[in-house]
Every structure is written in C-alpha cells, then in structure tokens.
C-alpha cells in the first residue's frame, strides 16, 4: 500500500537558532519512500542520522525569524500485519545489545513503577498474547481527550487520570511491556487513518527477533503507518525541538492512502529553496 504524506509547518523561531525536526518518512525495513521533497523558504537543511539509526532528522537553520516549510512524500509500506498472539517473547539475557535499553525505564515510561500491576494483571499470559492483552487494557482503560495532556505527562500521570492522546496511549503501553521484560519503544509516524490529522505515536515491541507495531489507540496498522523516527519515549523523538523558545504560526497535517498502484511523484528531489 501507498500512503501519500502532505505537511506544511510555519513557526516562529529565535534569530540563529537552529530547529532540529523529525518528520520525514524512514527508509527502513517493511517501507521504501518513493519520492520525498522538501522546501523550506530561507531555510539550509542538513541531514542526520535519527535515533537507533532509523530514518534521519533534519538540521533546519534559518536565515530569518521564520521557520517555513512544505514536505510531501510517497511511502510505500510492504510490512505485513502479524498476529501478536503468535509471537514468542525472548528472555531479557538473550535480547540484542541494541535493544535492551528498551527494556529499560526512561524519563516518559517509568515501568518499574508498573511491575506489580503488570504481575497482578498480565501474569496468566506469554509473549505476544500478552502484549495484545495489554494494548486492549490500555485501549479500553482510556479516552482519548486532546489537549488533556502536557509535554510533561509520563505514563503514571496517564495511569492515574484514564485519558490522552495518542503519546499518552503510547507511553503507557511501552511501560506496561518493559515492566513485562519485553522491550518496547516509542515510534512517530503518519498514518492515513488518524484522526485527528497529525503526527502519530504508537509502541513498538521486540518479539519472535524482530519489532512489530501496535497501536493502542487503534488508528493505524503495520501495514498503513509510516514511520519517521523511534526512540526511548517522546523525549527522543519529538517532531521539533529548539535550544531557544518558538511560537506556533501554522501547521497542517494529511496523510491518504494511494489506492490507485501507481506511485505519485514530485518533480524535485528532497531541497531546500534559498
């Protein structure tokens, strides 16, 4: 499948302060981005390598007070849906190097503080069965309510007041997993079925040897998500972040679904516009 990404942000920023975005699609396993551009007014654009060397972020330094810019891009997603309840967990002293710092407790997903729930709640399942129970708790025990949250709300805050979005839903998730001993990370994302229109956040979880996506809030799939960047919690990933204070101006958000097989290209490689 085909999932078209349209994102237009405007913000205002401090002279010669440089913005650090996460908001382009990854070429990453299970998706291959077809065409992708950028334009940015006034803007140099350099690139990096994104967190756990998934996708890349982009340094945007701006040459005047605005920070503007436009990215569209096609991402074919080939990453089939698997069900959890076939996967097998594997025991923390076998995990990859790599991933056992998502088993770990981090600023926004404290799963220690989750241990006892988890053994009082989930003890009876195994591996991905679960990680499927856990995500329907999380589902069910909360509502969903924008603005209901802060950039400050961790998973015990959320534990507490039952409601969120999709970081908040996300975040509880990822604790309920490593308070399992499985790793699970916190991943952004398009997807076309998101509602509100933004950026999306979903957990990501390490069974059976490799990361499988699960969405608590129920708004995107494996097969539909884009995804742009992973990391230990939204701390790691956020879509801007800036040394000095920048204001909001506009932003809008659309993600579709390609469903004629051909994919929709650009006439210009990723650039920005001097």
């Known amino acids: 499948m085909k999932t078209m990404i349209d994102l237009r942000m405007e913000y205002a920023v401090a002279d010669a302060d440089p913005a650090l975005l996460a908001i382009t699609a990854a070429q990453t396993e299970g998706q291959t ?10 803007t140099d ?15 945007a330094h701006v040459r005047t007070g605005r920070l503007s810019l436009h990215y569209r891009a096609t991402v074919e997603i080939t990453r089939p849906v698997v069900p959890l309840q076939t996967l097998r967990a594997t025991s923390w002293d076998a995990l ?15 799963s220690d503080l989750f241990v006892a729930f988890v053994a009082t709640e989930f003890a009876h399942l195994e ?5 499927a129970a856990m995500a329907a708790w999380t589902g069910a025990a909360l509502t969903y309510v924008p603005g209901s949250s802060t950039a400050t709300t961790t998973a015990v805050d959320t534990f507490v007041t039952r409601q969120g979005v999709c970081r ?10 490593r308070a399992a001993n499985i790793p699970a990370r916190y991943t952004t994302g398009y997807g076309p079925d998101v509602h509100p229109q933004d950026f999306h956040a979903v957990a990501e979880v390490w069974l059976d040897g490799n990361w499988h996506i699960v969405d608590p809030t129920g708004m995107s799939t494996a ?8 990391g230990r919690d939204a701390g ?10 920048a204001s909001f101006v506009s932003q809008s958000i659309h993600v579709w679904k390609d469903m004629r097989g051909a994919p929709r290209a650009w006439a210009h490689p990723i650039r920005s516009d001097a």
């Open 236 to 245: 790691d990933v956020a879509f801007m972040e800036t040394e000095k204070w």
């Open 168 to 177: 908040d839903y996300a975040h509880l998730l990822c604790s309920l997993a």
């Open 223 to 230: 097969e539909d998500l884009a995804i742009i960047g992973v």
């Open 33 to 42: 981005v077809l065409s992708s551009e950028i334009d940015a007014s006034d």
């Open 45 to 59: 654009l350099r690139w990096i390598t994104g967190e756990t060397g998934v996708g890349e972020r982009v340094w």
């Open 127 to 131: 591996g991905g069965a679960k990680i």
């Open 96 to 110: 990859p190097s790599e991933v056992l710092t998502y088993v770990r407790p981090s600023r926004y997903c404290p």
